[in-house]
């Protein structure tokens, strides 16, 4: 009996000792989880360009260590000039699954991508709009959904396609670009040197962010994150969302923070018109 015992005190001992190991390691793991690095970028003095701080990184070192990440195919946490953003780069089919999977986004829900220079749209995008109306609404907190050219990564958004001929098979596919008025974010394209895949900061079909502490429950899936501080108040509302895929057409498709000044160019300066979408 005795030895039945011994056994018995035995077992419970390893268990014991196997559960504690088993927490302790699920612990580390989460702890882990739980390291997000977090990159301040400083604001500007009253007298002009930031200062950099004891113990704060300066943009050019922020600036790397993001591009350092997406280039190792991480997904990263963004200021924006409407609401901050989650990128990867738009190239890399496995960053932008896992852009999916960090907001719980619905598949067939497409991201836009983001680019430094009103010249890098036409590389992957084909544009049938006059490039000076490019510049009247980019940079700025606008989207213009354009045909894409064969340049882009055929698995972003591999199921969009114009409205106005989504019943022919051999509709152009599409794609939504934006051009942050944001120095950070266009200086982050320019040196990651292709297109970044970008949508908002927050769990798939809750509210926009505006300060990093807004997302703070998908920091463990980030690789960093960049805060930028507060971000001026746009209601949340995000970038104005305009199909320009049509030749002398637009469609709004989200209204945004920009609608007003956005249909005021494309009408009264380009003479477009909008697209019901009945024709």
């Known amino acids: ?10 077992l419970i001992k390893s268990r014991r000792a196997h559960s504690s190991a088993t927490a302790r390691r699920l612990g580390e793991e989460m702890c882990k989880e739980l390291k997000t690095k977090v990159l301040h970028l400083l604001p500007p003095t ?29 997904v990263v946490g963004v200021p924006t000039d409407t609401i901050y953003g989650l990128a990867c780069l738009a190239q890399n089919s496995e960053a932008v699954r896992k852009t999916y999977d960090v907001k719980g986004r619905n598949g067939h829900k497409p991201l836009a991508i983001c680019v430094g220079e009103i010249q890098d749209i036409y590389k992957y995008c084909k544009v049938k709009v006059k ?26 958004n591999p199921f969009t396609s114009s409205s106005v001929v ?5 509709a152009p596919q599409l794609v939504g670009v934006r051009i942050p008025d944001h120095a950070f974010m266009r200086r982050l394209c320019q040196m990651c ?9 927050n769990i798939s079909s809750c509210t926009s962010t505006v300060a990093i502490n807004e997302f703070q429950e998908l920091w ?7 805060d930028g ?3 001026g108040d746009h209601s949340r509302l995000g970038s104005t969302v305009v199909d ?20 005021n160019v494309l009408e009264h300066k380009y003479g477009l018109s909008e697209d019901s979408g009945q024709e």
């Open 46 to 74: 009253s007298n002009g360009p930031s200062v950099q701080q004891e113990g704060h990184p300066d943009v050019a070192e922020v600036l790397s260590c993001t591009v350092k990440a997406l280039k190792e195919g991480h």
């Open 229 to 231: 501080g507060p971000i």
């Open 193 to 201: 040197a292709e297109p970044l895949a970008l949508t908002s900061a």
């Open 131 to 156: 490039e000076a109306l490019l510049g009247d609404l980019l940079p700025g907190p606008v989207t213009l959904v354009l045909e894409r050219s064969e340049l882009l990564n055929t698995e972003l």
């Open 244 to 263: 320009l895929s049509v030749l002398g057409k637009y469609r709004i498709i989200r209204p945004g923070c920009a609608l007003s000044s956005t249909v």
């Open 1 to 10: 009996m005795k030895s039945v015992c011994n056994i018995a005190v035995e």
């Open 220 to 226: 463990p899936k980030l690789a960093l994150v960049v």
């Open 166 to 170: 989504v019943m022919c098979p051999c």
